[in-house]
């Protein structure tokens, strides 16, 4: 796949979950293999809501340990932070002079983030889907990975794509393809079915965090919530069923099968038996990512030293991008 450039990032939130493995970074571990990766810890995303400096210093080395352990190879892959890359803010501003305001006041999550206190969000959460479009095109990607509730941000990098080389008659920037997994994308709480797995969750047992051990997995699957029906053959017997249905597609995931195969071999069980077998194949796949990212986290010259080489190459790709995008503005860069 020649010329074809996958860029993709995730906040540093620290303590990464199931529903980031799965969602996400198991994802990112299979392009390597076909497609150039870039991969970015979205440290300018993140203080879009206030963060202690020291946390959110530590989460990135524990983003970048998590993205290691689950096989992702710094290597072959570009993986930096994008505050480190300066050319991410710069090329930010231009889509803010690009974009429209209207299209911001459509974004969903900034309604849901900011909820009836509008006036008193921030403006970098107001405007932060065009820093996550300046993320993308400023290395020329054509393929992102996205999950169901990003696909809106991919669209406004699309329109302001278009926009850019319309108003200025150029075809600098492509226009991104989402790569949405059509087998699973969202990974929802073990405590209720019809909400995403999130670390901000009251109740640390609605999550599978990466780094719990074979008794916590087995414990929290155990008390993950259920009906009192049987395990269905169909995948319509599913339907209104959202913990039974996600807790099957969890396996699914994790053992890259299909639903379908996962409820001809289980249907007519009951889930003490699944639990069963899910625990196992959840202790088989995370047990050793967290382990390693203990290991990791024990060596921090190695991570800094990563994140360092890795915003090295970035930059390198950014500035020669940036300057290009400045010459059809009609700017000036001299470094």
């Not at 300066?86 to 459509?106: D, K, P, T």
């Not at 169909?234 to 996600?246: C, P, Q, S, V, Y």
């Amino acid at each position: 796949m020649n010329n074809q450039r996958v860029f993709s990032g995730v906040q540093p939130t620290g303590n990464l979950h199931l529903g980031n493995y799965l969602g996400a970074i198991k994802n990112f571990v299979d392009l390597q293999k076909n497609f150039e990766c870039i991969y970015c810890i979205v440290d300018l995303h993140a203080i879009t809501n206030r963060q202690n400096p020291e946390e959110l210093k530590l989460n990135i080395l524990e983003t970048i340990a998590s993205f290691i352990a689950s096989g992702l190879d710094p290597k072959n892959n570009i993986i930096f932070n994008q505050a480190s890359v300066a050319a991410h803010s710069e090329l930010a501003w231009v889509f803010n002079c690009v974009a429209r305001i209207g299209w911001m006041n459509r974004m969903t999550q900034f309604k849901e983030k900011a909820g009836s206190n509008k006036e008193n969000a921030s403006v970098g959460l107001l405007v932060y889907p065009n820093l996550m479009a300046a993320d993308i095109l400023l290395y020329k990607a054509t393929h992102v990975p996205v999950g169901e509730d990003q696909k809106q941000h991919l669209e406004l990098t699309r329109d302001i794509a278009k926009k850019f080389n319309n108003d200025f008659k150029s075809n600098i920037f492509p226009i991104v393809e989402p790569l949405i997994s059509k087998e699973f994308s969202r990974v929802m709480s073990l405590r209720d079915g019809s909400k995403k797995m999130s670390k901000s969750e009251e109740s640390d047992q609605g999550r599978i965090n990466l780094k719990d051990n074979k008794d916590l997995i087995i414990q929290k699957i155990k008390k993950a919530k259920t009906d009192d029906k049987a395990i269905p053959s169909e995948l319509n017997g599913l339907k209104d069923r959202h913990e039974a249905k996600n807790l099957i597609s969890i396996y699914a995931s994790i053992n890259n099968t299909k639903i379908e195969k996962v409820l001809n071999d289980f249907g007519g069980k009951n889930f003490s038996t699944f639990k069963s077998k899910l625990s196992e194949s959840i202790i088989e796949k995370i047990c050793p990512i967290g382990k390693e990212i203990d290991k990791l986290l024990n060596d921090k010259k190695y991570l800094h030293t990563t994140l360092e080489n890795g915003s090295k190459r970035a930059d390198l790709i950014a500035k020669k991008n940036l300057k290009e995008i400045y010459d059809i503005i009609g700017l000036t860069k001299f470094t």
